[in-house]
Structure formats: structure tokens, C-alpha cells
């Protein structure tokens, strides 16, 4: 019998759902369902309430009506009797407050934003981060440099202390925060598991435990019981988490009692769709933000990481992270900004050479994630004049994030971290004038994951794994994992041009983003708070 897995990714704005082949990975159904709620950055659905700036929630109702509509649709024609198991991935760190049984606090205290999952992107809870790296750096922990000397206001940490200060009611109805990749692992299984990968990258678990209670205490009075709402075993990746529930077989269209793999992040989870499985291999996961994930044969402390994590993405090696939090985002912004589409906007810039428009930007529309670890950063373009178009702006916007990748490629290596080979993945390969872009840049051939579902892919791979398919992710990444090498290749003259302009971003960002450089953009985030409150 042909046997096949279904991977469900579950992203920023929606939900889409893969069935794979499990001899040779083939795709062989898709299907993708939208969030009813979207990203909740402005109000709040169940009252209307205003939200603070740098706000953004999800609402779990949205992600399992992804397992009600995406995979029966994805499954339409095919025998579902054939699939023997399912693995999903998430954004992250998405984390939330839950009853012992899994209920969101949200569904109980519909008035209370504290109470509603914390998207990737809530960025509302840096002078907390600020507070843990500070506090973490004063007291020596050791754990502080496995994340380049600072802990993201993205990440759990960060967002559980803000839901304390904020709201300690719900900060107490919770008998535990997760990371939404094991949340909706227990909705499909019925048990609670943890998974090895966001509690390394997101949650600060190192060698073997969480920063210590007197830490947590030290940062707040009531703190320390933060370990107990989110300790417990830890899960491989490629681990079988559980079987499928009758209920979870309901809504999905799947036979009860197939294989559900253990939850992991929708960037790690790529690394074996794009067949990346080896030290050196960075894989870049290029959307609405960019993660940038990749093997290491050694452990050591790179500056603005987002972690180092041993087994943090294939067993036997050490995973790194680093990201943009702003990327395809950007872009966005400006298109709806200058009310341009952005085809008409990629061919207007890619009409360009190299350094003709004059321009240099800073990619920090939404804070800096790597290397400067700092979300009160806002973005700078530099060199605009009266005859200054859209396109050049545009173009420029591009260059930046380019830019920034450069800065994390160099920071890994600079550190004793090769990088060996770039393969990109997600939904901005479609624009062939970027990814050449970022080959110039980099001075670097650019590979491409061979899938528009590398996500999906990737959580099929570890569903095989899952399911006794395959012996572990690496048998399974060569046998369904898909790339295509050096796709792009860098224009030696364009390169040239780009290394002067580089040089000139290297300076605005130690200028604008380092303690000792100009404060002004901190400042002028203050002032817009001030006059907000």
C-alpha cells in the first residue's frame, strides 16, 4: 500500500495543510485555509478594545479550523485510510496561557488581551527583555550566551514576566504557558508534550534545565512559578508525541489512531525539507520575517543569536537561529504605502543598476532580532533627495534586508560557525529580482528548497519519522527532501557596488544601533509611547 503523511503549517495570517508521499516525498494534495481573525494588532475581537502599539495576538480558534477545513481539503481524492501519521509546525515563540487541561485563557476572560496568545511578533514587552538580559548579565548566567548576550522580547521569557506585571490574575489562572506548536499537538492527541526545539530556542532551556527559580524571582517577586507552568519532559523531534484523537480524526478527515510527531518551529522544521541536515548548511525561511537556521559541528557563543541549542534541529549537531523580524513585512508596508503593487514596484527597481538611486537603508521596521537583539530599533533610509521615486526606496528596502542577512552570515563565521552553503525557502523565492539581489550581496550562490510548502514538508518528514516510516529525520530528509543547487549565482560587478554600500549600512547600523552609537530612534519611540499613554 502507498503510504502517505500529512504535514500542517501554521503561519502568520493562515493554515496550510501538505499531504506527502512517503516513499519520495512527492506533494500530492494542498490546500490552505486564511485565519478568520487574521494577526490582531489593533483591536481586540471580543470587545473592541484599542490595543496598545506592538501588540499582536492569534486566537486558537483560527488554528483548528485549520485542521477542520485545510486537510479535508488537502485529502480530497485520496484514500485517507493510506496516511499513517501527521506532524505540525508553528510560528515562534506563540505562546499562551492555559488551564491544566489545555483550555485557553482566552476562551474563560475574553475581556483580557493578557489572556490571548502572544504571536511571534508582539513586540510589546522589550523593557522586559531589556530587565532579563540585564539582571542575567549582573548575575553571570551562564545560559546568556547561548543567545549572543540577550534574550528576545519575542521570546517566553520576555512575555510571560509582561503578563505578570500587566495582568497577574491571569498571570495565576494560568496553570500553564506553551508554546502554540505543543498546544495544538494536545489538541490532536489529547496529552500534553513539550517539544526539545522552542523550549531551547524560545524558552532559554539549557543543559538540561531553565534558568534557576532565584533568577526568575529576582526579576519579580511571584516569577519563580513560572517553571512549574512550563516545566516537564522534553520530546525529540521526529518523536511520536501521541496518536490521533476520535475527535481530532473528526475534524481532520484522518483514520483514529495514526502517529502525531512531537511539535517544532516552522524555520527548524524546514532545514530537512531542504535537505540541509549537514554542519554548514544555513537555510533562510524568507516571508513576512526571515529566520535563518543552520547546523553547527561546535558549540559556540555568537553574538545576536537567537540560540544555539544542542539537537535543536537534527539530532548530533548543534542548531543555531538568528532572523529579521521585518522582511516581506517591509515590503508590504511600503507597497500599501505608496499604493503600488509590488510587481509593478520589482520591475521599475530591477530596471536599476547597483547604487543608483543614491540610497541606503536599515531593515528595522520591526525591531532588530539579530544581531542587535532590539525591538525598540525602527527603521532608517538615508540619502533621499526631491527626485527620489518609489522604486528606489523600494529597491533600497530590499538591498537592507540583503544586508542584514550579510551581517548574520558574517557574525556566524567571524565567530568560528562556516557557513558551507545558502539555500533559501518560503514565499519570497517567488521574486527572482530579490533572491539575485541577495546573491550579490552575499557574494554567494543561493540554492532553493524545491517545494512552495517547505514548512508543511518539513513537519511530513518528521510525521514519517513519526510513524516508524523512516529510522530518523536524516533517512527521511535524503529520501523526501527536496533542493535545487546554486540556483543563483552573483554578478561579480554588482557585488563590487554592493560592498561599498554594505559598508556604508555596516556604519548606519553601529550608529544607530549600539548603546554607544546615536539613542535617537529610542527616543523618538519613547516620545510616541508618551503621547500614545
Known amino acids: 500500500m502507498t503510504r502517505y503523511v500529512v504535514g500542517v503549517d501554521f503561519g502568520t495570517l493562515s493554515g496550510r495543510a501538505v499531504v506527502v508521499r512517503v516513499a519520495d516525498g512527492a506533494e500530492v494534495g494542498t490546500a490552505v485555509h486564511e485565519y478568520r481573525h487574521g494577526a490582531v494588532e489593533r483591536t481586540l475581537p471580543a470587545t473592541g478594545e484599542a490595543l496598545p502599539p506592538h501588540w499582536a495576538l492569534q486566537m486558537p480558534s483560527d488554528w483548528v479550523d485549520v485542521l477542520r477545513h485545510a486537510v479535508p481539503k488537502a485529502l480530497e481524492g485520496l484514500d485517507a485510510t493510506q496516511v499513517v501519521g501527521i506532524a505540525t509546525d508553528f510560528t515562534a515563540c506563540t505562546f499562551l496561557p492555559v488551564l491544566a487541561d489545555g483550555t485557553p485563557l482566552g476562551d474563560l476572560l475574553p475581556d483580557r488581551p493578557h489572556a490571548y496568545p502572544k504571536l511571534w511578533k508582539h513586540h510589546a514587552a522589550q523593557r522586559q527583555a531589556d530587565r532579563i538580559n ?32 500587566e495582568d497577574p490574575e491571569v498571570y495565576a489562572r494560568a496553570d500553564r504557558f506553551i508554546e502554540a506548536a505543543d498546544w495544538i499537538v494536545w489538541q490532536l492527541t489529547g496529552v500534553e508534550t513539550r517539544n526539545a526545539c522552542t523550549a531551547g530556542y524560545k524558552g532559554a532551556y539549557q543543559d538540561g534545565g531553565y534558568p534557576s527559580r532565584d533568577y526568575f524571582e529576582a526579576l519579580h517577586p511571584g516569577f519563580g512559578t513560572f517553571v512549574d507552568k512550563v516545566d516537564g519532559p522534553l520530546s525529540p523531534l521526529g518523536g511520536l508525541a501521541g496518536r490521533l ?137 538615508v540619502g533621499q533627495t526631491l527626485a527620489t521615486r518609489p522604486e528606489d526606496q523600494y529597491r533600497a528596502l530590499i538591498e537592507a534586508t540583503a544586508y542584514g542577512t550579510r551581517t548574520i552570515v558574517e557574525t556566524l563565521e567571524q565567530a568560528g560557525v562556516p557557513v558551507t552553503e545558502f539555500i533559501a525557502a518560503g514565499g519570497l523565492l517567488k521574486n527572482t529580482f530579490l533572491m539575485q539581489v541577495y546573491s550579490d550581496v552575499l557574494r554567494r550562490p543561493i540554492s532553493v528548497i524545491d517545494s512552495e510548502q517547505g514548512p508543511a514538508l518539513g513537519s511530513a518528514i518528521h510525521a514519517a519519522v513519526a510513524a516508524g516510516e523512516y529510522s530518523d529525520v536524516r533517512a527521511a530528509a535524503a529520501a523526501m527532501g527536496k533542493v535545487k543547487r546554486a540556483v543563483y549565482t552573483p554578478d561579480e560587478a554588482a557585488a563590487d557596488v554592493y560592498d561599498r554600500l554594505y559598508a556604508e549600512y555596516q556604519q548606519l547600523h553601529e550608529y544607530f544601533g549600539r548603546p554607544q552609537g546615536n539613542q535617537v530612534l529610542h527616543r523618538l519611540r519613547e516620545l510616541r509611547e508618551e503621547v500614545a499613554r
Not at 138 to 152: C, F, M, Q, T
Not at 312 to 317: A, E, Q
Open 245 to 381: 484523537t476520535a475527535e481530532a480524526a473528526d475534524w481532520t478527515g484522518l483514520p483514529e489512531g495514526i502517529a502525531v510527531a512531537v511539535g517544532n518551529v516552522d524555520a527548524h522544521v524546514t532545514a530537512p525539507a531542504a535537505q540541509a541536515v549537514d554542519a554548514g548548511q544555513l537555510v533562510a525561511i524568507m516571508g513576512t520575517s526571515t529566520c535563518h537556521v543552520m547546523n553547527g559541528a561546535t558549540l559556540a557563543d555568537v553574538p545576536g543569536m537567537c540560540g544555539v541549542v544542542a539537537d535543536g534541529i537534527v539530532p548530533g549537531l548543534y542548531g543555531y537561529e538568528a532572523g529579521q523580524s521585518g522582511v516581506g513585512d517591509i515590503f508590504g508596508w511600503f507597497a500599501t504605502f505608496a499604493s503600488a503593487e509590488h510587481d509593478q514596484l520589482t520591475a521599475a527597481a530591477a530596471a536599476q543598476r547597483p547604487g543608483q538611486h543614491g540610497l541606503v537603508a536599515l531593515d528595522w521596521h520591526n525591531g532588530n532580532r539579530s544581531v542587535l537583539v532590539d525591538h525598540h530599533l525602527s527603521g532608517v533610509i
Open 134 to 165: 540585564r539582571l542575567a548579565e549582573e548575575r553571570g548566567e551562564a545560559w546568556l550566551a547561548r543567545y549572543g548576550g540577550k534574550l528576545s522580547a519575542e521570546w517566553q521569557l520576555a512575555k510571560a514576566l509582561q503578563v505578570l506585571e
